[in-house]
Structure formats: C-alpha cells, structure tokens
C-alpha cells in the first residue's frame, strides 16, 4: 500500500501554520503525486478563508511544478437541514468540494440550526447522541442538495448512522474521507465499518494537515485500513488510484 496523494490540507489562509508553496514543497519530498488545498470555509468563529482569499491562493497552487495541485474548500454543514456555508461562486470553482462539520462554525439565527452546531460541538457524548437522527439527516441532506466530492471526518463530534450515509454517498459519487487526524477519535466507526464496506462506497485519503511536516502522513489510516480489509481499489489517493472529482462549473441551488 503506497500513499500517493493527500485530498485534505489546510494553508495560513485558515487554521493552518504554513504557505500553500511550504505545504506542497513538503508533498513534493514525500513523493506525493497529487495534492488538495481545501482551507476552511467562510462562517466559522475561528480562523477561516474568505472568498477574496480563496481567489488570491489560486494562482500560487496553479503555479506549483512536479506535482498536481488542485484548490478545494472544506465547507461547514451548519444545519440540520445540511446546509453549507460556500456561496455558489466559490463551489463552482473549487476543483475539490470537502464537506463536514466543525464545532466553530458561525451560530445561525435560526434557534434550531444554534441547538445543532452548540449541542455537537460543545456538550458531552450523552447529548449528541440525542441529535443522532438529526445529525443523520443533515448529512443526507448536505449529499442530496449540494456536489459534494468528500465526507470529510465522518462522524466527529457529530454521531450519525454511517451505514444509511455511505448508502448515499455510494449512489452519489461521494467518497468518504479516510481522515488521518480523527480516524481513531470517531466514536462508532470501527463498529460499523463491516457494513459501511458492504454498501460499495468509495473512500479517499486525507491527512487533515496544518502543518508540512504532517503532510502525506497516514500512520494511522493504514493501520485502519489494514483491520478492516479495507478493498485497496476502493480507497483513492493509494496504488495510483486517482479520483474524479464533479464538474460544478455550471452547478446552480
């Protein structure tokens, strides 16, 4: 098993603590092939893109020789309904669409969207999982309604049935995010992954990386692949396995 690309990666353009060059140089020296910028999206309270920011980057990761670089955006579900928070113009022209949910995304005015971002992102286990069916319809919602290419970190701090998740995702053309940062802190995945397997998804490999030096590493994924028979022709971004990712050129709500 030989990790080629990494399809999750954050620059100082949010959260993260380097360049888009410092990133790539870095892919570059782990013999990476291909890479994904996908910076966090616009309404959380902490660091985050902006839209002017997502325009400036481009052409630095557009520039980068001996390897392919795509600019993404890792969008925030902020509601039960799943909605995102990525205006249109700026998902028509992201090469890669990351979506999941984030504790810091922006409070909606909408009481019952605050009761979804506050109760999984910041109360104990034993209340998330009163909002387990909320939570699964937000991500059926978000796979139904926008062209996703990825779940990003299924599951974290937001629980939900993998198994009806995966069924859509399968349906869709939505890969599930094999996510090296929180692979091992999602409660319930190692359970479920059996039947998640059997729907026929397709998964693809992201590091999460804030940093160079944790770009390219899947220590913890390839132990989870490996426990779980994971099909290797099923899992993007290894052994040459190269995505397609959707054309949202003309993508309209």
């Known amino acids: 098993m030989t990790f080629d690309s990494d399809f999750h990666l954050h620059t100082n353009a949010s959260d993260g603590r380097c360049t888009v060059s410092e990133l790539i140089c870095a892919a570059k020296e782990r013999g990476l092939k291909r890479v994904a910028v996908t910076d966090h999206s616009f309404s959380g309270l902490r660091r985050r893109s902006t839209p002017e920011k997502f325009e400036a980057q481009r052409a630095e990761i557009y520039?980068?020789?001996?390897?392919?670089?795509?600019?993404?955006?890792?969008?925030?579900?902020?509601?039960?309904?799943?909605?995102?928070?990525?205006?249109?113009?700026?998902?028509?022209?992201?090469?890669?669409?990351?979506?999941?949910?984030?504790?810091?995304?922006?409070?909606?005015?909408?009481?019952?969207?605050?009761?979804?971002?506050?109760?999984?992102g910041f109360l104990s286990e034993r209340e998330r999982q009163k909002l387990y069916d909320v939570n699964t319809c937000a991500y059926l919602g978000l796979i139904e309604c926008y062209p996703v290419d990825i779940i990003a970190h299924i599951g974290h701090r937001c629980p939900a049935d993998f198994v009806r998740i995966a069924e859509a995702?399968?349906?869709?053309?939505?890969?599930?995010?094999?996510?090296?940062?929180?692979?091992?802190?999602?409660?319930?995945?190692?359970?479920?992954?059996?039947?998640?397997?059997?729907?026929?998804?397709?998964?693809?490999?992201?590091?999460?990386?804030?940093?160079?030096?944790?770009?390219?590493?899947?220590?913890?994924?390839?132990?989870?692949?490996?426990?779980?028979?994971?099909?290797?022709?099923?899992?993007?971004?290894?052994?040459?396995n190269v995505p397609a990712f959707k054309d949202r050129s003309e993508w309209k709500r």
């Open 63 to 120: 520039a980068q020789e001996g390897i392919t670089a795509l600019q993404g955006i890792e969008a925030n579900i902020i509601s039960e309904d799943g909605e995102i928070d990525v205006p249109d113009e700026v998902m028509r022209r992201a090469d890669v669409l990351i979506a999941g949910f984030h504790r810091f995304a922006a409070l909606m005015r909408k009481s019952e969207a605050r009761r979804f971002v506050f109760v999984n």
């Open 169 to 240: 995702c399968a349906a869709r053309g939505v890969y599930i995010e094999l996510n090296e940062r929180h692979i091992l802190d999602t409660r319930g995945l190692d359970e479920r992954m059996g039947d998640i397997i059997s729907t026929g998804v397709k998964f693809i490999v992201g590091s999460d990386a804030h940093r160079a030096d944790r770009v390219g590493i899947f220590d913890n994924v390839a132990a989870f692949i490996k426990r779980h028979d994971i099909p290797l022709d099923r899992v993007y971004g290894i052994d040459g």
